[in-house]
């Protein structure tokens, strides 16, 4: 807007009006919460009939498998790394694998899943994700979506890590 001298001028909103303006950034928080729930529900129920496990049960599986064993994956020779916020559902936790890592051990990755729960993570493209026990758990390279994590397995001194792709 520009005054009679056609300068630019700058229009209070005035109180009331910042008022109602904070009103409705709040009413737009809410909404957003709401729509987050209705989606993170749907997504629970569509994943509670598939085989993935939550961090709640990777740390289960990892206390009950022999602490010194290295760790394998079932479908590559890289190894286990760190956990990442999940690139196909950034709320999500995926166990990162790079080929430079040497051997992992039961140990080393329960210690890694424990401290997940209650972290916060940086999703692939922003966003903060606080993961807890429900979280599901996937196996998957920075940036890339992967396989489900569905069980973990230990056969003398190795405990292998089983994946299985979404369907």
């Given amino acids: 807007m520009t005054n009679r001298k056609g300068q630019a001028s700058q229009i209070s909103l005035g109180a009331g009006a910042e008022r109602a303006k904070e009103g409705e950034t709040k009413m737009n928080y809410e909404f957003k919460n709401v ?3 209705l989606m ?3 997504k629970q129920d569509e994943f509670a009939k598939k085989p993935i496990k ?3 049960e990777v740390i289960l599986l990892l206390k009950s498998q022999p602490p010194f064993n290295i760790i394998e994956l079932d479908f590559t020779t890289d190894n286990p790394s760190d956990l990442i916020s999940y690139r196909g559902y950034y709320t999500d936790l995926a166990l990162d694998y790079d080929d430079d890592v040497i051997g992992t051990n039961v140990r080393q990755l329960l210690k890694i899943f424990e401290d997940a729960d209650g972290r916060t ?3 692939y493209k922003g966003g903060d994700f606080t993961m807890h026990r429900k979280t599901l758990v996937w196996v998957a390279p920075y ?3 992967g396989r489900m994590l569905v069980n973990i397995q230990s056969k003398g001194n190795v405990t292998t890590i089983i994946t299985q792709e979404e369907r």
Avoid: D, F, P
């Fill in 35 to 37: 729509i987050h729930a």
């Fill in 40 to 42: 993170a529900k749907s």
């Fill in 54 to 56: 939550t961090l709640g």
């Fill in 121 to 123: 993570y940086e999703g």
């Fill in 143 to 145: 940036g890339s979506c």
